[in-house]
């Protein structure tokens, strides 16, 4: 069985500050891990993942998640909030070959002026 | 990419009543989709896995008679949601898969009065 936590509902930053989206797995296998983000009124859109490989993966704009097994976490950052990063994260987990995810909660982030 | 529809993006209907979702692969042609459901506050569950020219396979709790899931072309999948009640209101998401990536419609929000 596999699970992801998301710990915080909400966070907001102020923009240009540092944002720390937090997220926990659990899984029986290696896990495939997962950033997504959903704007409103919009459909979810992959951010970045980590399969193999490096441990420190890149996304789209400028966001960036490292994955520690250690941990079991795989949390996202972003050295400057902009305004437009406002939206609901979502960190989600597959085992292995199985196409399915688990989702997290969700993390509504907001960034204030 | 590939970009993913979903009609209608929000439906009301009377209790007792059945509504059809549709989710359409419109540049890609998706043997698989992938039926999610949110309920508010909580993170995406996976539903469904819709198979073209097959039956789906279903998650463990979830009803088949309940979510008909019907994959009958590579570019859509409906899932009709027969006899609603006020607990079946929730937000519907459908996703594909290209490239190991999956790919999610902008969803449905089901409300049953």
């Known amino acids: 069985a596999q699970s992801v936590t998301q710990l915080g509902s909400h966070v907001s930053v102020s923009e240009g500050a540092l944002v720390l989206l937090r997220c926990n797995y659990s899984?029986?296998?290696?896990?495939?891990l997962f950033w997504y983000v959903q704007y409103p009124n919009q459909g979810l859109q992959l951010l970045l993942k980590?399969?193999?490989?490096?441990?420190l993966v890149k996304g789209i704009n400028g966001f960036e998640a490292e994955f520690k097994k250690s941990e079991t976490s795989f949390h996202l950052t972003k050295p400057s909030a902009h305004m437009s990063d406002a939206a609901e994260y979502f960190c989600a987990v597959s085992q292995g070959g199985r196409r399915a995810l688990t989702f997290g909660s969700g993390t509504r982030l907001q960034v204030q002026p | 990419g590939a970009v993913v529809s979903q009609h209608p993006s929000r439906v009301i209907c009377k209790s007792g009543t059945s509504v059809k979702i549709e989710c359409r692969s419109l540049?890609?042609?998706?043997?698989?989709m992938f039926w999610y459901r949110q309920f508010p506050k909580k993170s995406l569950m996976l539903m469904a896995t819709?198979?073209?020219?097959?039956?789906?396979?279903?998650e463990q709790g979830v009803e088949k008679d309940k979510f008909l899931i019907n994959h009958a072309s590579l570019t859509l999948s409906t899932l009709t949601v027969t006899s609603a009640h006020p607990e079946d209101s929730s937000f519907y998401i459908c996703?594909?898969?290209?490239?190991?990536?999956?790919?999610f419609g902008s969803g449905t929000q089901l409300s049953v009065l």
């Open positions: 819709s198979n073209e020219g097959s039956k789906a396979t279903y």
């Open positions: 980590y399969t193999t490989g490096a441990t």
């Open positions: 996703s594909v898969e290209k490239d190991e990536k999956l790919f």
């Open positions: 540049d890609f042609q998706a043997t698989t």
């Open positions: 899984s029986s296998v290696p896990p495939y």
